[in-house]
């Protein structure tokens, strides 16, 4: 048995609409957040959970650490019920939201993690061993006396970060966690979530819009849609199905003919050459050379392939999202 | 272990706030000295039973404890409005536990800090004005457990009240209404001792009786020190009656529980 175990999970809310004119009640109408989904991950596996806005990933993770009670469906972890056993499960589990704080607003962070320290009952020795771990690979040292309040988002993120992670968690749920940080916080920290799984085998299921983020962090990654799930396997072979455009730029020495192009290939005219994109599949890479060969002397020709975010967008616009 | 942590904790956050402190004993000097003068003219047209210092003793012990009656905590009902407690779902404690000693810091905390300060103050007032000394020693003693008492029973109160409003998602349309029965039936309006004997019977043994009118009424009194035994069974009647509803009410909401925003 795999140590997550989701199987036909089901979550329905109902939303209240506003009351229209001449009716007497409001209506409700049900949204089926998740519809069927099932999925088990492995110990240890570092797994994107991605979909779009709404898709039902956050709902996903509620029930995953125990805080939503699903409609239907079965879920194990570690062979406990989330929700059912409340307690002895979110022992086991550390969670950041990247949009909520957990730690105190108005006083030094230090001391929210002696609260944490407390309520997960971290032995003395094991929690400063940890705490100089974290805040050693978060770059917190110089942090833990500052108030919440005074800190930058970029701060605060790895601080509630650490916060998490303080009492070893076997499992960790990091719902958006990069949001709104910069380059250089978001890179350290992607280099310190690798570090944890690879050091403690820590099991991550990470949410996220950042493709970046999954690029580099996740071997695995399942789509979320309309509650259902439609894709899970590797990032390679999801971008290879829907990576089928190529763009090319090409800069001319001097005068360039008249040039012709096929239907099907999508061109405008720059400064001082052509910008193109194309479907290998459908239009020979060599032909195409040859017309453009024939329309002047090439100087420079540079591929770029397609952006991440693009190739979502365009399965998400496939797949109905 | 972790209830205590998060008790000091908000222990030390209530301390932060003097300013709020020193606003809220002048804001409660200011009703101490109205309601003393309301009951000074209603005496001087139509004398009652009850001697009138006893009167003025019981509005200024209101007065003073105010915090720990009508005061939430708004980081709390934040919590819940904003979804953050989503995070408080995800840690190994008993939730009711959790909160409860979390409102009972703030409370406690809050009502010495102007409890103290304001009493000093009180009776340092003209005769007739200000707070009498309580009627014995062995009645001054016997008030103590009643207050202890009484603030467990108010803070299961708030504990209720924030259960409702993890249904409602708003705080203000029942806390409204529960702030409302508690004003009147604790006697922050109007000392209970006022009202018709009839009507007492029957006050007295509600739970917004229990929170601040019992220890007032050992103060004061109008309860004797061999009562005490008596009133802080009732007391804890209501303090085992509370917690076990609020407990309820969060272990059903946690049932149809949903996070707001995302």
């Known amino acids: ?321 | 272990m972790s209830y205590f942590t998060v008790f000091k904790m908000r222990i030390r956050m209530e301390l932060q706030y003097r300013g709020a402190m020193i606003g809220g004993i002048a804001c409660q000097m200011f009703f101490g000295l109205i309601l003393v003068a309301l009951y000074r003219a209603l005496y001087a047209g139509k004398p009652q039973s009850l001697p009138f210092e006893s009167v003025a003793t019981y509005v200024w012990l209101q007065q003073a404890f105010f915090r720990m009656m009508l005061a939430s905590d708004s980081e709390l009902v934040d919590k819940i409005k904003s979804g953050d407690i989503a995070y408080d779902m995800c840690r190994p404690v008993d939730m009711y536990g959790f909160y409860y000693a979390r409102i009972m810091a703030q409370k406690l905390m809050g009502s010495i800090m102007r409890a103290v300060p304001m009493l000093v103050l009180a009776s340092l007032l003209p005769m007739g004005w200000g707070i009498r000394l309580p009627a014995s020693l062995p009645g001054f003693l016997a008030a103590i457990p009643a207050l202890f008492l009484g603030l467990l029973c108010v803070c299961a109160l708030e504990n209720i009240t924030v259960a409702f409003t993890m249904k409602t998602l708003d705080p203000r349309g029942m806390q409204g209404l529960l702030n409302l029965l508690m004003m009147t039936f604790s006697g922050n309006l109007l000392p209970l001792t006022l009202f018709p004997e009839s009507w007492q019977k029957v006050i007295t043994f509600l739970p917004y009786a229990q929170l601040l009118d019992a220890p007032i009424r050992l103060y004061t009194g109008s309860f004797m020190p061999n009562e005490a035994l008596r009133i802080y069974a009732i007391q804890a009647f209501w303090v085992v009656i509370l917690i076990a509803l609020g407990e309820a009410m969060w272990n059903a909401n946690k049932k149809r529980m949903i996070v707001q925003g995302g």
Not at chain 1, 90 to 103: A, E, H, M, T, Y
Not at chain 1, 210 to 222: F, G, P, T
Not at chain 1, 269 to 282: A, H, K
């Open chain 1, 1 to 321: 048995m795999s140590y997550i175990e989701v199987n036909n999970l089901k979550k329905d809310f109902t939303v209240k609409k506003k009351r229209e004119k001449g009716k007497l009640l409001r209506e409700k109408e049900i949204v089926n957040a998740l519809k069927d989904v099932s999925f088990s991950v492995e110990k240890g596996e570092l797994v994107g959970y991605i979909g779009p806005n709404g898709a039902g990933k956050s709902t996903t993770v509620k029930i995953l650490s125990g805080i939503l009670t699903p409609d239907g469906g079965d879920v194990k972890v570690g062979g406990i019920v989330p929700w059912k056993e409340r307690k002895s499960h979110v022992k086991n589990i550390g969670v950041v939201f990247g949009q909520r704080s957990q730690l105190w607003w108005d006083v030094p962070i230090i001391d929210s993690y002696m609260l944490l320290r407390d309520i997960y009952r971290i032995p003395k020795g094991d929690y400063e061993s940890r705490l100089k771990e974290l805040t050693g690979a978060l770059d917190l040292e110089p942090l833990l006396r500052t108030p919440l309040r005074l800190l930058s988002l970029g701060q605060r993120m790895r601080a509630e970060l650490c916060g998490s992670l303080l009492h070893r968690p076997e499992l960790l749920f990091l719902d958006e966690p990069t949001i709104g940080l910069d380059a250089v916080s978001k890179l350290s920290l992607r280099d310190f979530l690798k570090w944890e799984n690879r050091e403690y085998g820590t099991t991550i299921m990470l949410t996220t819009h950042d493709m970046e983020d999954i690029e580099a962090l996740c071997s695995r990654v399942m789509v979320l849609g309309h509650g259902k799930k439609l894709f899970d396997g590797k990032l390679q072979d999801l971008l290879e199905r829907y990576d089928t455009v190529r763009n090319v730029n090409i800069k001319y020495d001097g005068e360039m003919a008249d040039l012709r192009l096929p239907e099907g290939i999508k061109w405008k005219q720059t400064e001082d050459g052509i910008e193109l994109s194309y479907n290998p599949s459908d239009f020979p890479t060599s032909n195409l050379l040859g017309m453009l060969q024939d329309a002047g002397n090439i100087r420079e020709l540079t591929l770029q392939p397609e952006n991440t975010d693009h190739l979502i967008a365009a399965m998400y616009k496939e797949l109905d999202l």
